[in-house]
């Protein structure tokens, strides 16, 4: 993929007297070196960032979010290696955090150190770093790394940005953070970039658009009132991936945010910033673990009013999508339960097979397979009242010497590697905001050999963000799943895909079914649930609905193959 943008009539960096030149040789494009940064960085280019960044609307446009992350976690001492002309490092000193900041650019830490005293008196503690060999050229164990001003894209190769991940990780203490933003490369590369200059660079009069963008290369050129050009050759980083490098490296928690919010955003947000945990927490590890959708979607199933919706409207057994008849008008849960009959018809289940039900609601397809087969399953679901109704249904159905249920979450499943001989899932997934990380427990916890097995309600590949926007607000989510995207994850962790059992059309029919069913006993409801969630119950059906009908939205059972 490469886009050529318009406006972009030279890839040569052009001067005006008196500009430092900007050394990138015959072919700008051609370069895609992590050390070239030192040469973009000249001393004109520096002296005209902060014209970029604007300090005074930069703060007023982040306010204290940076400030109250640290806070929160009680840190104290902060490692700030991407300093630049020294922005966050003062705010930090004003905060009454000890920060040492550190650059690898020498013409930016000679502007952070005047900076500093320009702004507050400040006497910066300025070291010149090489993030690759951070241990060496800075010394100590800090509360916090924060790496600010989208500095990670400079990193062109795989493997400095393991390294440079790997001596954060070193340098941080036990319980440390690390926090990193990134440019919102996604929507470039996706043919879907706005920068709105509203967050990170405030600068009225300067410019900063992209002039060529490939898989391997986002060129940007920065343009000021005198008329000077500066240009930076960054990598185009993608969001899922730096999340991915970041656990890879060792960080137990990711959680990640659009524009100093949870990127659930109305709109595509300019900057994501990823806010990393190295503390272990084990697999006792408390609610509060839980990743910030996960979170979401917890609070919302615990509630008194989603458990009465769907324990009595669904019938409390199953509460996923069901497969109907020509008429479609069956019963909900019938129609539910010949998705589970559907889905156990694809495998060969015996009583020695180990089943892991992930999202298992109230537990109804784990019974059924426990009953039919004789086979062992375990339910994970991370709704605790959920499971409790689980747990007492199984019981009553003597069947808890079949059937265990854990609370927790997909995306870091408290079970053994190698355990299970099937993953079952059933519309949970897209509940995740990181469903490549569910991807990769589910490749952790299944045997060689085993199967995955599982519907979701997910984005057809061609769906606009705007046709999705009803949906994706109502889930407090940014994206959805698309079949394209298990099968190239799967394919990613070794698992192939022996069937799309396409079944979108049951999804607005199923929807219509519940919304009618809803419609239908409100007289009955509205005593005890909210008239504010019924409301907003209705309004989200019709929305699948819409979303189905247009073709927005498809829906089937996907089975891998480890």
Same mark, same amino acid.
């Not at 920068?195 to 405030?202: E, I, L, R, S, W």
């Given at each position: ?25 015959? /072919? ?8 070239? @940064?030192?040469? %973009? ?40 290696? #991407? ?9 930090? =000193? ?25 702004? +507050? ?24 790394? *924060? ?24 340098? =941080? ?5 690390? *926090? ?20 990170? @660079? ?16 986002? !060129? ?5 009132? /005198? ?13 899922? @991936?730096?999340? !991915? ?11 990640? @945010? ?28 408390? #609610? ?27 019938? +409390? ?21 010949? $998705? ?25 397809? #784990?019974?059924?397979?426990?009953? $039919? ?23 009553? #159905? ?30 949970? =997934? ?35 963000? %705007? ?14 799943? $698309? ?18 059992? /396409?079944?979108? %059309? ?12 809803? %419609? ?10 909210? $008239? ?24 089937? *059972? =996907?089975?891998?193959?480890?």
């Amino acid at each position: 993929m490469c886009v050529q943008l318009e406006g972009f009539s030279s890839v040569r960096s052009r001067t005006i007297k008196g500009q430092d030149q900007q050394r990138f040789g015959d /072919d700008p494009l051609a370069v895609r070196d992590t050390d070239h @940064y030192k040469a %973009e960085y000249v001393t004109g280019f520096v002296e005209k960032w902060d014209e970029l960044i604007d300090w005074k609307k930069r703060s007023a446009s982040e306010g204290r979010f940076f400030i109250d992350q640290l806070k929160a976690r009680g840190v104290r001492k902060v490692l700030d290696v #991407a300093t630049g002309t020294g922005f966050h490092s003062v705010r930090l =000193l004003e905060e009454g955090f000890e920060t040492v900041s550190a650059d690898g650019s020498a013409e930016m830490l000679a502007k952070a150190f005047s900076n500093g005293q320009t702004y +507050g008196g400040h006497i910066l503690r300025i070291v010149q770093a090489d993030w690759r060999f951070l241990n060496r050229d800075v010394h100590g164990t800090y509360d916090a790394i *924060i790496c600010l001003g989208n500095s990670f894209t400079h990193l062109f190769s795989e493997r400095d940005r393991r390294k440079a991940l790997a001596e954060f990780y070193a340098m =941080l203490k036990h319980d440390g953070v690390l *926090i990193l933003d990134q440019r919102n490369y996604d929507a470039l590369l996706d043919g879907k970039y706005g920068n709105k200059h509203t967050y990170y @660079y405030c600068g009225e009069e300067v410019s900063a658009e992209p002039e060529h963008v490939d898989e391997g290369l986002a !060129r940007f050129v920065y343009r000021f009132p /005198d008329h000077s050009e500066y240009h930076l050759n960054m990598f185009p980083l993608r969001k899922n @991936y730096v999340r !991915r490098l970041m656990r890879e490296v060792g960080f137990q928690r990711v959680d990640t @945010y659009g524009d100093f919010q949870e990127t659930y955003q109305a709109d595509e947000p300019d900057f994501f910033i990823h806010i990393a945990e190295k503390e272990y927490r084990g697999d006792d590890r408390p #609610a509060d673990g839980y990743s910030a959708a996960v979170q979401t979607a917890r609070d919302y199933y615990n509630s008194s009013d989603a458990d009465t919706f769907y324990h009595s409207v669904w019938g +409390g057994t199953d509460i996923h999508i069901g497969l109907y008849g020509p008429a479609g008008d069956d019963d909900i849960a019938e129609a539910s339960r010949r $998705t589970v009959e559907r889905m156990a018809d694809k495998l060969e289940i015996t009583p020695q097979t180990r089943v892991l039900d992930i999202g298992s609601g109230y537990g109804g397809s #784990a019974r059924f397979l426990a009953r $039919t087969y004789g086979c062992r399953v375990t339910c994970l679901n991370l709704s605790e009242v959920e499971n409790e109704r689980n747990r007492e249904a199984t019981r009553a #159905a003597g069947l808890d010497h079949l059937v265990e249920v854990v609370d927790g979450s997909f995306e870091d499943i408290p079970l053994q590697d190698n355990a299970f001989d099937v993953v079952w899932s059933q519309d949970a =997934l897209l509940h995740s905001g990181d469903r490549t990380r569910v991807m990769e427990e589910v490749a952790r916890v299944l045997r060689r050999g085993g199967d995955f097995v599982f519907t979701d309600p997910m984005a057809a590949e061609t769906a606009s963000f %705007e046709e999705l926007r009803p949906i994706l607000r109502r889930l407090h989510l940014d994206t959805m799943g $698309t079949p394209e995207f298990y099968d190239r994850e799967a394919g990613r962790l070794g698992m192939t895909r022996l069937e799309f059992d /396409d079944l979108h %059309e049951h999804l607005p029919v199923h929807y219509g079914r519940v919304l009618a069913e809803t %419609e239908r006993r409100e007289p009955e409801l509205a005593g005890r649930i909210s $008239t504010e969630y019924l409301e907003h119950m209705k309004t989200g059906l019709r929305n699948w609905v819409n979303g189905g009908h247009s073709g927005a939205l498809t829906w089937g *059972i =996907l089975h891998y193959r480890a």
